[in-house]
């Protein structure tokens, strides 16, 4: 059985960064061709892929997001992680790591395309 389970801090202060890491049980990160994703929602918005990185280490971001996002993996402990600077509230949201058996093109997200789900770490960026 696989399973994904994401962490992270919780709670942010504006302008501080975020580290996430999906420990991915059951299965390895650098096999086939599969594609291992950081996506989010903030409340009462749909959910959005932010960035990508896939079983052979290329990794992806948002356009909108590159210059202060990072996404790494560590294929030993088949973990991969996420790396945003400078949060803003706007940023609050549930942080979901997920995969998908192909390549997904980054920003809205159909859930059915993505096979495999954490169950999502609360962030809280406020003072």
């Known amino acids: 059985q696989v399973q994904l389970v994401e962490s992270g801090p919780g709670l942010l202060k504006p302008s501080q960064t975020l580290s996430l890491t999906c420990t991915v049980s059951?299965?390895?990160?650098?096999?086939?061709?599969?594609?291992w994703y950081w996506i989010r929602q903030p409340p009462g918005k749909d959910l959005e892929s932010m960035a990508v990185?896939?079983?052979?280490?290329?990794?992806r971001v948002r356009a909108y997001l590159q210059t202060r996002t990072t996404i790494s993996r560590d294929p030993t402990k088949t973990q991969f992680s996420l790396r945003l600077m400078s949060v803003t509230p706007a940023e609050t949201g549930v942080y979901y790591c997920?995969?998908?058996?192909?390549?997904?093109?980054?920003?809205?997200?159909?859930?059915?395309?993505?096979?495999?789900w954490g169950q999502g770490t609360q962030l809280t960026v406020s003072v």
């Open positions: 990185i896939s079983s052979s280490g290329d990794p």
């Open positions: 059951g299965a390895s990160i650098t096999a086939d061709n599969d594609h």
């Open positions: 997920a995969r998908a058996r192909e390549f997904i093109s980054l920003g809205s997200v159909h859930r059915a395309d993505h096979d495999l």
